[in-house]
């Protein structure tokens, strides 16, 4: 089906769909002459989809909400990751949908370092001992010490715009970088060695650090299985800042609980909120973030940049948008 087409400014209708980010208010300071609502929840999302053609949304979209939105003629999605999007269910309604791809690239390289700084230098077991107020005293056993970055190498699995970045910071403390991406001949950037996807588990038992950064997709559900974490040092960590359902849950908790790999730093879970009773929490040697590698002060006013940029394209009648998918 041809795309829905796009109504004149003065008669859009925008809406914000998230329960946490100011969308709104970041709106409201640019002046920008759109007629625009909020919503928090799904159930206000259902109820006033109807009166929509441009909507912002991310964890709050099901794709059975197509049918009730006879005027949707462009989603902007809020998050990078597309997988809650039916690009066939949509391509037939004709909505066109956008990514937010390239919004948090830093935020969430910077993350990706940060936890893996904090697994070298121990920082979840002092944050730990502080609140046991405990002072730990100086450790004889060199293999139980906190460690440097300098030397050890990172394979970084998703060379795209994160992954660069990522391999960007590894380099200044002196990492080796090795990346997979889906077609080496694109470049390593800043690493030291690229390879094809297919040559993942020859990369891993190199590996001191192994970083996720790769979309979720069919091909990269699982990707790191039990096959991938043997491959991996007894000694090696797992950084996940890609989506939950890229590791095999089951698997990694069996691994980290026989020491089979020594930790995993996890931004994401297989489902989202992490169920209380989820082994994961009480493993020492996992660090657990809730899902707030993209989150920066500056989102919103990114994404909204994104947005009246694809706007701006649909009005002027380009066929091509921004990080469009659909």
Same mark, same amino acid.
């Given at each position: 089906?041809?795309?829905?087409?796009?109504?004149?400014?003065?008669?859009?209708?925008?809406?914000?769909?998230?329960?946490?980010?100011?969308?709104?208010?970041?709106?409201?300071?640019?002046?920008?002459?759109?007629?625009?609502?909020?919503?928090?929840?799904?159930?206000?999302?259902?109820?006033?989809?109807?009166?929509?053609?441009?909507?912002?949304?991310?964890?709050?979209?099901?794709?059975?909400?197509?049918?009730?939105?006879?005027?949707?003629?462009?989603i902007q999605s809020i998050s990078a990751g597309t997988?809650?999007?039916?690009?066939?269910?949509?391509?037939?309604?004709?909505?066109?949908?956008?990514?937010?791809?390239?919004?948090?690239?830093?935020? +969430?390289? %910077?993350? $990706?370092?940060?936890?893996? !700084?904090?697994?070298? &230098?121990?920082?979840?077991? @002092?944050? *730990?001992?502080?609140?046991?107020?405990?002072?730990?005293?100086?450790?004889?056993?060199?293999?139980?010490?906190?460690?440097?970055?300098?030397?050890?190498?990172?394979?970084?699995?998703?060379?795209?715009?994160?992954?660069?970045?990522?391999?960007?910071?590894?380099?200044?403390?002196?990492?080796r970088v090795i990346a997979t991406r889906r077609d080496?001949?694109?470049?390593?950037?800043?690493?030291?060695?690229?390879?094809?996807?297919?040559?993942?588990?020859?990369?891993?038992?190199?590996?001191?650090?192994?970083?996720?950064?790769?979309?979720?997709?069919?091909?990269?559900?699982?990707?790191?299985?039990?096959?991938?974490?043997?491959?991996?040092?007894?000694?090696?960590?797992?950084?996940?800042?890609?989506?939950?359902?890229? +590791?095999? %849950?089951? $698997?990694?908790?069996?691994? !980290?609980?026989?020491? &089979?790999?020594?930790?995993? @730093?996890? *931004?994401?879970?297989?489902?989202?909120?992490?169920?209380?009773?989820?082994?994961?929490?009480?493993?020492?040697?996992?660090?657990?973030?809730?899902?707030?590698?993209?989150?920066?002060?500056?989102?919103?006013?990114?994404?909204?940049?994104?947005?009246?940029?694809?706007?701006?394209?649909?009005?002027?009648?380009?066929?091509?948008?921004?990080?469009?998918?659909?």
């Amino acid at each position: 089906m041809s795309p829905r087409p796009l109504p004149a400014k003065d008669k859009l209708t925008v809406c914000f769909a998230h329960a946490a980010y100011r969308m709104g208010e970041r709106i409201a300071q640019r002046n920008a002459g759109l007629d625009w609502f909020e919503v928090r929840s799904l159930d206000d999302l259902e109820a006033r989809i109807g009166s929509v053609d441009v909507l912002l949304v991310s964890g709050l979209w099901r794709n059975d909400l197509i049918a009730a939105a006879p005027r949707l003629a462009f989603i902007q999605s809020i998050s990078a990751g597309t997988d809650q999007f039916s690009r066939d269910a949509l391509g037939t309604a004709g909505i066109r949908v956008a990514s937010a791809q390239g919004v948090n690239e830093r935020a +969430v390289a %910077e993350h $990706a370092i940060a936890l893996i !700084l904090a697994m070298a &230098r121990q920082i979840p077991q @002092a944050r *730990d001992n502080q609140a046991a107020r405990t002072w730990r005293g100086m450790i004889g056993d060199i293999s139980k010490r906190e460690d440097e970055l300098g030397g050890k190498t990172l394979v970084i699995v998703g060379m795209g715009r994160i992954g660069s970045r990522l391999a960007t910071l590894a380099k200044a403390f002196d990492m080796r970088v090795i990346a997979t991406r889906r077609d080496p001949s694109k470049g390593a950037g800043a690493a030291d060695k690229v390879v094809g996807d297919d040559g993942l588990l020859s990369v891993l038992p190199q590996a001191d650090f192994v970083a996720l950064t790769c979309p979720l997709t069919p091909r990269t559900e699982n990707l790191i299985d039990a096959k991938a974490l043997a491959a991996m040092k007894p000694s090696a960590c797992l950084v996940n800042v890609a989506r939950g359902k890229v +590791v095999n %849950e089951p $698997a990694l908790v069996e691994a !980290l609980e026989h020491k &089979r790999i020594a930790g995993a @730093a996890l *931004d994401c879970a297989w489902e989202e909120p992490l169920s209380a009773t989820s082994a994961l929490w009480g493993l020492p040697n996992v660090l657990i973030t809730p899902h707030t590698a993209g989150e920066t002060r500056r989102y919103e006013d990114n994404v909204i940049d994104l947005l009246l940029e694809n706007l701006e394209r649909l009005w002027r009648g380009e066929a091509v948008l921004k990080n469009q998918f659909v």
